[in-house]
């Protein structure tokens, strides 16, 4: 075991001693082709077992209530669909009529009223559209499948800012949702009174709205712009404890029905996403503003590398299949393309995968220290035993592995338990090429320091490029309107925390509401960061001081976590006693029972699922009984985190923490080293280039696993 000084997040803690070579990978996009395996093991862009298969080609659809959702949502309603007493029937409509002249009594004990259960969900649509429509300072509220009306708390606010007839005005108008349309309040020459609407406007509709004020002196009057991408209203979480809106036709859920309940009521399409030199959340942003969502309405198993080709699943609330198909040209234009859409009933969830299939391309092979450009003759020996040293024996297989193979090295029993590679969190978990990387960013965060936080956030790169120099005028002047004049687009995080700080101001709270702007998974990303710094130091720490054995006080698996939805099995660890450490009866290999179907019945036999652990610091997870207990709660007070209880209430994150293998390993490996022409074939396509020599890898990680860092150990160099 041989340890360098390297990269500070990324310790080089290399478990074998073979030679290595140097080379480069991602030197073009096709290069590095990343295939999700879902919960099964199946590649994502293949044709899994039970799913239906796509061909795209253009199809009659034959269940009405499809082609009610791929309606278009803007369309015009027909007059008698906003009639109350065709809607509702006369004497409903007179009973609706009765309770609005009542509802300014105070002395009115009954404050909301029953229109009856509509069974048709269509219909239920209809009648909020049209009571709307007639009464915007009224809400509507389903309660499956009665509809209850009741006065709505936003609009009897907005009327003690402004005139009844301009709130009544301004609720058609975003219940209109007329693309690129625009309410003008009053002129008001009261800048503290206008800013005590802007501040409830963008408070209440933000996301639906945008506001302006426009004009001079006491012709000065205040302007609202439907966003371009807004969404229906969503109603205040105060007013509505009880309830929760979901889908476009404000149809309220209690809180207290089942996931499995809720999600059968959701619109939930499920496809396969690739991209190329997108990142995830890029990606995401370009399609909810094709498809007339929010980025959070976007669910993923996981996150996928930027320069790379990869193929993910994902699940989109609120549209239908037919509309994804819809819009594939549109998305194939920005570099996204859609394939496998189909409907599904649940969302996904992060982690929720088996792992990764990698096909990937390392040009320029040369040996370290040596010429500029190696031999093939030269670099076959260094290449077979640096592949070999990665993965496991148990794989080994007539099919897989060249014949040259069997004049390796003798490897010694001490090696044989630790074959594989370190598993550390590669430099993607903190970024590889901002000066201020994530997991500062998250330390800040779980010390509370939302400004501290954006500040670190917004730190410029080294260069002159448009996003440096913006982040650079940011933290210079504080004026967030102008920095996000000078943000790219592309800057997708960046310019959703600017839209806040602009709207709420640069302030503590402003900062929150900013961190607040980006979706759940974007936030956790940070705290993550900063866990998974120390995690990576922790490993470093435990083979030093521990060697590569199971020694007394570790942690191992007695039951993996299957990563299903709540109420599947749960992950379960064993501290390590010292009678079992002399009987060797736990090792550090790591053991993969399920890589290939080939495999799986033989290998599960072969060995169980016994490995050397090490959690990621968290609120639920338990620590080692060694020395490495002492070593965590050292490392974090070092960071002031010795009473931190990894909750960031303000941003509604929590981090239960999680356990990882300290070791990992390729499977399914297969390689080819080629000079001249080089003809990369994989899952992911086929790649053909010319040059030196070039070696091609084919293999399978599990999920959380860096291709990156199993590379470093085979290359011995930092890439």
């Known amino acids: ?403 040259a193979v069997g004049t390796m090295l003798q490897l010694s029993s001490v090696f044989l338990q630790t074959q594989g590679f370190v598993n550390y969190y590669g430099p993607q978990r903190f970024g590889t090429t901002q000066s201020v990387q994530s997991d500062r960013v998250g330390l800040a965060l779980l010390q509370n320091d939302m400004v501290g936080a954006l500040r670190l956030f917004f730190s410029p790169e080294e260069g002159d490029d448009a996003a440096s120099e913006a982040k650079r005028h940011f933290l210079l002047t504080g004026n967030a309107k102008e920095t996000l004049a000078l943000m790219p687009l592309s800057k997708v995080r960046e310019r959703l925390m600017l839209r806040a700080l602009n709207r709420f101001g640069s302030g503590p709270d402003g900062c929150t509401q900013a961190w607040l702007s980006l979706p759940h998974s974007s936030r956790v990303f940070y705290p993550h960061a900063y866990c998974s710094r120390v995690w990576n130091e922790a490993a470093s720490q435990r083979l030093f001081c521990l060697g590569p054995r199971a020694r007394e006080g570790d942690l191992v698996w007695t039951q993996r976590g299957d990563g299903g939805p709540e109420g599947s099995r749960p992950a379960e660890v064993h501290v390590v006693t010292r009678q079992e450490e002399e009987d060797g009866v736990y090792t550090l290999r790591h053991v993969r029972p399920s890589c290939s179907s080939s495999c799986r019945s033989s290998l599960a036999e072969a060995e169980p699922l016994f490995q050397v652990l090490l959690p990621m610091a968290g609120n639920t997870v338990k620590y080692p009984t060694n020395i490495m207990a002492a070593w965590y709660q050292e490392r974090l007070a070092r960071d002031g985190l010795q009473n931190c209880h990894f909750r960031v209430t303000c941003l509604k994150l929590n981090l239960p923490g999680c356990y990882r293998p300290l070791l990992a390993n390729m499977c399914n490996l297969s390689y080819r080293l080629q000079s001249g022409e080089v003809a990369a074939e994989g899952r992911g396509g086929t790649s053909v280039e010319r040059g030196g020599p070039t070696l091609v890898l084919n293999f399978d990680l599990d999920s959380s696993c860096y291709a990156t860092v199993g590379l470093r150990e085979m290359m011995k160099c930092d890439l």
């Open 1 to 403: 075991m041989k340890q360098n000084s390297v990269h500070v997040h990324i310790p080089s803690c290399f478990l074998s001693e073979h030679r290595g070579f140097c080379g480069t990978i991602k030197e073009r996009i096709g290069d590095f082709v990343v295939i999700e395996l879902d919960s099964n093991g199946d590649p994502v862009n293949g044709d899994a077992p039970g799913l239906p298969r796509d061909t795209g080609a253009p199809r009659r659809c034959e269940d009405p209530e499809e082609v009610q959702q791929s309606a278009d949502w803007r369309s015009d309603p027909a007059p008698s669909s906003l009639d109350l007493s065709v809607v509702l029937g006369q004497s409903v409509s007179e009973q609706l009529e009765q309770f609005v002249v009542n509802l300014r009594d105070e002395e009115l004990e009954q404050k909301e009223l029953s229109l009856g259960s509509f069974s048709d969900k269509y219909q239920r649509a209809n009648v909020h559209r049209a009571v709307r429509h007639r009464f915007p300072f009224l809400m509507t509220v389903t309660i499956q499948p009665e509809i209850r009306v009741r006065e709505d708390p936003d609009y009897k606010a907005l009327s003690q800012l402004v005139s009844e007839a301009e709130a009544e005005d301004f609720f058609r108008f975003i219940d209109a949702k007329v693309q690129d349309s625009s309410y003008s309040f009053h002129a008001d020459a009261s800048k503290e009174h206008r800013t005590a609407v802007h501040h409830f406007l963008n408070r209440r509709f933000g996301k639906l709205v945008e506001t302006k004020s426009l004009g001079e002196s006491d012709q000065t009057f205040i302007c609202a712009r439907l966003r371009e991408r807004g969404r229906a209203r969503k109603r205040s979480l105060d007013e509505r404890r009880d309830e929760e809106v979901y889908t476009g036709e404000c149809v309220s859920l209690r809180r207290s029905r089942s996931s499995s309940a809720l999600a059968s009521l959701l619109l939930l399409s499920a496809f396969t996403l690739q991209k190329q030199n997108l990142e995830t959340l890029e990606a995401v942003s370009h399609m909810a503003a094709t498809l007339g969502v929010l980025p959070s309405d976007f669910t993923y198993a996981g996150i996928k590398d930027k320069r790379a080709v990869t193929f993910q699943s994902m699940v989109v609330k609120k549209v239908s299949p037919q509309r994804l198909r819809e819009k594939r040209g549109e998305l194939e234009r920005r570099g996204m393309f859609l394939s496998h859409v189909r409907s599904v009933s649940q969302p996904l969830r992060l982690g929720r995968l088996r792992g990764n299939h990698f096909d990937l391309v390392v040009r320029n092979l040369r040996p370290h220290g040596g010429s500029a450009t190696g031999t093939l003759s030269g670099l076959a020996p260094l290449v077979d035993e640096a592949v070999e040293n990665v993965k496991v024996p148990l794989f080994f297989g007539p099919a897989a592995v060249p014949s």
